[in-house]
DNA sequence: ATCAACGGATAGTTTCACTCTCCATTCCGC
DNA sequence: GCGGAATGGAGAGTGAAACTATCCGTTGAT
C-alpha cells in the first residue's frame, strides 16, 4: 500500500500523513526504495487511532505522540503500557492551589473505599479532582464534608463501573500487543463519549418531563 | 467589585476579564463612571461557568459565547435554553459519509425504544452517531448487525442513565432563571467529567486483574 | 495633587495543526 | 523507454485560536 492508498483508505491527506510520520505518530513503512515505502494495515489501524484520540478524546498531537510512544514500546507490558497511556490521556493542566489537595484526598479515600488498584500517581486520580474542584465551585459538592451532599453518588459510579470495566476488559481479544493496547486505548475514550452523549439525551429527556412544554411552570 | 476584585475572586486576569467583556463571554458591569464599573456574584459565576465549559468541556471561545447567548436570552424558556446550550457543547466537526448516517439511524431507533423525549435534531445524537462510527472502526460494534455485538450494552446505559438524568434535574434547585441554566449545563459537563475519570481507575483496576503484575500472562 | 486602577480599543504574541512548496528520485501507462 | 504523476524528505508558510501587551484619556483613593 502506498501512502496515496493510505491517505484514502483513512480519509486523511497526504501532506497530513507525512506531518504525522514527522511527528512520529505514524510509524515509517517499509521502505522499498529511496522514495518508496510500502504501508499496511498496521498504518491504517495507526492512523485511526490518532483520529480517535484526536476527535473523541480533544488530545494535542503532543499528547497523541506519548501515547502512541507507549503503544509501540515493546519493553512496556500490556498493563504498563495501558497506564503510560491513560496519564497521557489527561490534559496536563496547571495545578497549584489547595483546593485541588483537599479533591485529590477525597478521591484517594473513594479508591482505597472500592479497593481499586490504581497507581498512586495516576493522573486519573487528578481528573477526578478537578472535575470535584469545579462542582464545588458551583456547590455540587462540599470538599470539607462530602457526605453530606450528592457525592455519595460517586460511590454507586465506582461500583458500577467497577463491574462494567471488568467485562470491558474481558473483552479485549487476545491479540498482538500492540493491537490489545489500541483496543484498551480507543475503548477507554469511545466508550465514553458514548456514554456522555447517552446521558446527554437522558438529561434532554429529563429536562423536557420537568421544564417542558408538558410541565411548564 | 471592581475588575482587579473579579480577576482574584476567580484567578483569570484583567486581561483576560477585559477579553472575555470583549466577546461577550461576560456581561458588562453596571457603570459608575466613564471609566468605572461595577462586578458582583453574576459575573463571578459567570466566569466559572466559562471555565468549566473551556477546561472540562474542551468548548472553544466562540462555542462558550453561544452557550452564553442561550443562557443570557431571557426570552427562551428554560428547557429551551438547555436545549440549545447542549447543542453548542456538541464540538461540530464535518459530517459528510454515509457510516454517519447508518449510525445515526441506530442512534434514532435507541431513543425511541427507550421513548426518549429529545429534539429530533438534537446533536447529541449526531455525538452519539460520531462515537459510535468510532467504534465501528476498531470492531467494537458492527453498525449492520447492532444486536449481534456488545452494543447491547447501550440499552442498559439508556436505562440507567433515564433514571440518573431524572435524579439530577430534580436536584437542580429553584433560583433565577439564568442560575438555573447555568446549573444545568455545568452539571452535564462536570459530571460526565467526573464519570470517566472513575470509569478510567475501574478500568485501570480491572487491567491491573487481568494484566498486570499478579495476573501476568 | 498624584498616581495607580479603570474602560476601551488596537496591535502583538504564541501555539497548534496542518498545508505548501521544493527537490531529486522512482513508478506507471502508453 | 519516455514523460508525467507520485513519492519521501525537509523547510517554510498559513490561519485560527486564545490570550497578552500597550496606549489612552479618565477617575478614584490617599
New binding site residues.
Given amino acids: 500500500m502506498?501512502?496515496?492508498?493510505l491517505?484514502s483508505a483513512t480519509g486523511?491527506?497526504?501532506?497530513?500523513?507525512?506531518?504525522?510520520?514527522?511527528e512520529g505518530l505514524l510509524h515509517?513503512?517499509v521502505?522499498?526504495?529511496?522514495?518508496?515505502?510500502?504501508?499496511d494495515d498496521s498504518h491504517v489501524r495507526r492512523v485511526r487511532l490518532?483520529r480517535a484520540l484526536?476527535d473523541l478524546g480533544h488530545?494535542?498531537?503532543?499528547?497523541v505522540a506519548s501515547v502512541v510512544a507507549a503503544v509501540d514500546d515493546v519493553d512496556v507490558p500490556i498493563h504498563d503500557a495501558f497506564g503510560i497511556a491513560q496519564d497521557a490521556m489527561v490534559p496536563d493542566r496547571p495545578r497549584d492551589d489547595d483546593r485541588h489537595a483537599s479533591a485529590r484526598s477525597l478521591v484517594d479515600a473513594l479508591v482505597a473505599r472500592h479497593d481499586l488498584r490504581v497507581r498512586p500517581d495516576a493522573e486519573a486520580r487528578n481528573m477526578l479532582a478537578d472535575a470535584l474542584v469545579h462542582m464545588a465551585e458551583f456547590g455540587l459538592v462540599d470538599l470539607a464534608s462530602p457526605a453530606a451532599d450528592g457525592s455519595a453518588q460517586f460511590d454507586a459510579y465506582a461500583e458500577l463501573f467497577k463491574q462494567w470495566a471488568d467485562h470491558e476488559i474481558a473483552f479485549v481479544p487476545d491479540g498482538d500487543r500492540s493491537e490489545m493496547v489500541e483496543y484498551t486505548v480507543v475503548g477507554t475514550l469511545v466508550v465514553e463519549a458514548a456514554m456522555s452523549a447517552i446521558r446527554r439525551l437522558a438529561l434532554e429527556d429529563a429536562s423536557e418531563r420537568r421544564f417542558g412544554d408538558s410541565g411548564r411552570r
Same sequence: chains 1, 2.
Fill in positions: 502506498k501512502i496515496a492508498a491517505s486523511a491527506s497526504v501532506a497530513t500523513l507525512k506531518y504525522y510520520l514527522r515509517p513503512g521502505a522499498t526504495a529511496v522514495n518508496q515505502a510500502d504501508y490518532v484526536v488530545l494535542s498531537i503532543a499528547e
